[in-house]
T-cell receptor, first 113, second 113 residues
Framework: DVKVTQSSRYLVKRTGEKVFLECVQDMDHENMFWYRQDPGLGLRLIYFSYDVKMKEKGDIPEGYSVSREKKERFSLILESASTNQTSMYLC????????????FGQGTRLTVV | AQSVTQPDIHITVSEGASLELRCNYSYGATPYLFWYVQSPGQGLQLLLKYFSGDTLVQGIKGFEAEFKRSQSSFNLRKPSVHWSDAAEYFCAGSGGSNYKLTFGKGTLLTVNP
């Protein structure tokens, strides 16, 4: 089975901190995604990566950056956390083709205080 | 812009009744379309997908969806709902050479006994 693992289920950070959310997949997938999920807003794409060191902005990239130095790992970085970034963050991966299923991690609930 | 729209935020049905969840898409070419389900506290699970061929797609848990190009729709159906189907349902789309995977805002399904 494909496994997408997010490093933390729950995180509490202070305003202004630099925050790293880590995601690792074990199936050699080319594509990886970061979404945030908020009630009533569904899943909104922050960034995605279609290969190592390749990234593209999603619909809400402001305040975030990403890093993909190795194929299996995709990191989301909050440069200076703010309270409006309190949310559930979901990582996903899939084979590098648009018609394939994406597999999701369990999510990281981030609270910024 | 490529988008996926779920017009219904919340639907309530009685156990045993039929179900239809709506999804509309806006893509330049024929998109690849997916339905995911998220049970409370759980990750997202793929129910079914469409990428070509037969416009009626069968999925897991007794769900099916029909791709209608003329209506730009990909509605999810189930003939008889079970209490365990209570969850949030997301429609998603991906198109051609663009690896971006876009989700709708979700439809929350409540099942009454």
């Amino acid at each position: 089975d494909v496994k997408v693992t997010q490093s933390s289920r729950y995180l509490v950070k202070r305003t202004g901190e630099k925050v790293f959310l880590e995601c690792v997949q074990d199936m050699d997938h080319e594509n990886m995604f970061w979404y945030r999920q908020d009630p009533g807003l569904g899943l909104r794409l922050i960034y995605f990566s279609y290969d190592v060191k390749m990234k593209e902005k999603g619909d809400i990239p402001e305040g975030y950056s990403v890093s993909r130095e190795k194929k299996e790992r995709f990191s989301l970085i909050l440069e200076s956390a703010s309270t409006n970034q309190t949310s559930m963050y979901l990582c996903a991966s899939r084979v590098g083709a648009s018609n394939t299923e994406a597999f999701f991690g369990q999510g990281t609930r981030l609270t910024v205080v | 812009a490529q988008s996926v729209t779920q017009p219904d935020i919340h639907i309530t049905v009685s156990e045993g009744a039929s179900l239809e969840l709506r999804c509309n898409y806006s893509y330049g070419a024929t998109p690849y379309l997916f339905w995911y389900v998220q049970s409370p506290g759980q990750g997202l699970q793929l129910l079914l997908k469409y990428f070509s061929g037969d416009t009626l797609v069968q999925g897991i848990k007794g769900f099916e969806a029909e791709f209608k190009r003329s209506q730009s729709s990909f509605n999810l159906r189930k003939p008889s709902v079970h209490w365990s189907d209570a969850a949030e349902y997301f429609c998603a789309g991906s198109g051609g050479s663009n690896y971006k995977l876009t989700f709708g805002k979700g439809t929350l399904l409540t099942v009454n006994p």
